[in-house]
């Protein structure tokens, strides 16, 4: 018998009129982590000696957020539903009503990241791999919320699979066992890359290879997971049977190589 989705009440804490929800719970999480994974990051002796400091890592969670919000916000307007949106625009801003796409908030934070640079006069990427080892315990937190949303379930699994879960928010007439692909992107985006990147950053690297490795490590680690994954019901499959999540990837994985490459012809600054 395959688990149930154990359904778990959206609202964490109910004060009167003000709902806390879990959601919400997993972005504080997300910030929380970054200021204190940030936080160690600025204290290794490199970074100390290039003049980062606590205050700049409160600073970089500021423009963070907003590159994640906005450009999470806009990436899934333009990405997954531009024919809607064009034709409900004010929609856009509803995002109470949910809708954020992580290609989009990458762009976001890309931008934002850019902005900072040059108003504190450093290098993108040395701004870039300073953040890039705190940023996939966030992106954990996050498929943690979409598990207990019950949204994004996986595709269907075998019945013998012991952790093949049937998902009531699907709303299917025979209920169907699927891939708990959440927890799948939760083990790849938030542990796994977590511990490549982290580990990986322990000594110092020539400027650019710890980007470079973020971009190789999430896109190769959403192309696979997102086998597991039922696309978004308006998109279905794209070209070669892949998802819209898989081709969004697969450039992040090029730029990835081509920002490692040439990062490691430079020397160790």
């Known amino acids: 018998m395959p688990l149930v989705h154990p359904q778990f009440n959206p609202i964490a804490l109910q004060l009167g009129p003000l709902a806390i929800h879990w959601y919400g ?9 970054f200021l204190w994974l940030a936080n160690r990051q600025v204290a290794k002796p490199w970074n100390a000696a290039a003049g980062w400091s606590r205050r700049d890592v409160d600073d970089l969670l500021f423009f963070g957020v907003l590159g994640v919000v906005l ?8 990405f997954y539903k531009p024919d809607f949106y064009l034709v ?3 929609d856009a801003l509803k995002v109470w009503e949910g809708g954020m796409s992580f290609h989009g908030g990458l762009l976001g934070v890309i931008l934002a990241m ?4 040059r108003l504190r006069g450093r290098k993108f990427f040395e701004v870039t ?10 992106l954990g937190a996050g498929r943690i919320g979409n598990f207990i949303n019950g949204e994004l379930w996986g595709r269907p699994a075998s019945a013998d ?19 708990p692909s959440q927890l799948y992107q939760f083990i790849g985006e938030g542990v796994l890359l977590f511990l490549l990147l982290w580990f990986y950053a322990r000594a110092p690297r020539r400027t650019g290879q710890v980007s470079g490795l973020f971009l190789i490590g999430y896109g190769l680690v959403r192309l696979v997971t997102e086998f597991f994954r039922e696309p978004d019901s ?4 794209r070209a070669l049977n892949l998802s819209q999540g898989q081709w969004l990837s697969l450039p992040m994985v090029l730029a990835g190589i081509a920002i490692w490459l040439w990062a490691s012809r430079k020397k160790v600054d």
């Open 88 to 90: 409900h625009p004010l």
């Open 25 to 33: 719970l997993t972005y504080l999480a997300a910030f929380g982590l």
């Open 114 to 117: 850019a902005l900072f640079a």
């Open 71 to 78: 450009g999470g916000r806009l990436g899934y307007v333009l």
């Open 161 to 179: 699979l012991p952790w093949a879960m049937v998902f009531p928010q699907a709303h299917e007439a025979v209920p169907v066992p699927r891939h």
């Open 129 to 138: 791999d300073l953040i890039a080892p705190c940023v996939p315990t966030g």
């Open 234 to 237: 308006f998109l279905g499959y």
